[in-house]
């Protein structure tokens, strides 16, 4: 993303972002509530377009949105077949693989309106990681998890920064800082960067 601004009317929520994802990073957008946030994300996927500047985007994107996209009248084996075929992957084991990562009970033929929320964010993340894309977009995906699911998640993260994917979550968790390689702050539409050891 170079020089992004984005505006809903006269209040402008993006002044001139910068951002640069290499593949196997970990990037954290941190800020306060209303900072823009899941604006930066929805434009940097490209469900939002940006009044100014350019982003340029390459290989597959995957984005899990704060609020799970699931219809609960699909069961879980259900969603990964669609979204099987939606992707044109010869199977789902890798996303079962994901489900057995996240801790995620076996709950394959259960209509996805029954499960907890905690469980249908699992299957919200799995649905876009289980293409296995260059760059993951993750805003806060971890909404109600345990604290079990929480370092599962983590651990997931750095292997696939590991495989060489470019991994971006927004979080407002201060423990979570630790994880990043690098950590922006959205801070008056600016993305100001502080670099994190692995």
């Known amino acids: ?10 209040r402008s929520v993006l002044r001139g972002a910068y951002v640069r994802v290499e593949p196997g990073s970990l990037q954290g957008v941190t800020g306060e509530n209303g900072a823009g946030k899941t604006t930066l994300l929805r434009t940097m996927v490209g469900e939002l377009t940006p009044d100014h500047g350019e982003v340029h985007r390459e290989g597959e994107i995957g984005y899990c949105p704060q609020e799970p996209t699931v219809n ?17 992957l010869p199977d789902t084991g890798h996303a079962q693989e994901l489900l057995e ?6 709950a394959m033929d259960q209509q996805v309106g029954t499960l ?10 799995v649905l876009a990681l289980m293409s296995r894309p260059a760059l993951l ?58 670099v994190r050891e692995r």
């Open 1 to 10: 993303m170079e020089g992004v601004w984005k505006s809903y009317g006269a």
């Open 72 to 88: 609960p009248l699909l069961s879980v084996s259900q969603h990964l077949e669609l979204f099987r075929v939606a992707y044109g």
């Open 101 to 106: 990562a996240l801790g995620c009970p076996a």
């Open 116 to 125: 907890s929320g905690g469980t249908r964010q699992k299957l919200n993340l």
């Open 137 to 194: 977009v993750l805003d806060e995906p971890y909404q109600g998890f345990d604290w079990d699911t929480h370092r599962r998640f983590w651990h997931l993260a750095r292997q696939m920064r590991d495989d060489g994917q470019a991994v971006v979550v927004v979080s407002h968790l201060l423990h979570d800082l630790q994880h990043f390689d690098t950590v922006y702050e959205l801070r008056d539409g600016v993305l100001v960067e502080g």
